[in-house]
């Protein structure tokens, strides 16, 4: 079985993409130079947005995930794993974590990837507040 969903976010002046162990895109629109984790802001979805198939396969014991970013022209592709202990019930955030950490805001745990993983590349488009990107998520059971 396999579900996807999409989301639209921009860039921002203060991405730094230094976090090692996270990720986060947030409908916020703004971040301080504190939130190293954050690639992505004025989404158009968080947690609680997702569609609801997506987020039953995210709950679902084995579930895979594919997290593809594309930004620019380039694509950054993060694997990680669901969780049936997975809320998705935040709001306002996606949070993806190389750790076994469970929150509202958790998305997937288990990454290959972190903010500090993406391509420099693709960091350096993001600090244009006119940068659009596109996070596809895509789980398989």
Do not use: N, Q
């Not at 609680?48 to 995930?65: I, P, Q, S």
């Not at 469970?102 to 290959?112: E, M, S, Y």
């Amino acid at each position: 079985m396999k579900a996807e969903d999409r989301v639209h976010f921009f860039g921002h002046r203060a991405i730094t993409a230094r976090h090692g162990t996270t990720f986060e895109i947030t409908k916020d629109e703004w971040l301080t130079p504190r939130g190293d984790c954050i690639v992505g802001v004025k989404a158009d979805k968080a947690c609680a947005d997702l569609d609801e198939r997506l987020k039953e396969l995210l709950r679902t014991e084995g579930c895979r995930v594919e997290l593809e970013f594309l930004v620019g022209g380039e694509r950054f592709v993060v694997r990680a794993r669901g969780s049936p202990r997975l809320t998705l019930r935040d709001r306002r955030d996606m949070v993806v974590r190389k750790s076994s950490f469970v929150c509202d805001r958790t998305l997937a745990i288990g990454a290959d990837g972190a903010a500090s993983d993406f391509p420099r590349s693709i960091v350096s488009k993001l600090r244009d507040e006119k940068a659009k990107g596109l996070l596809v998520v895509r789980a398989y059971v």
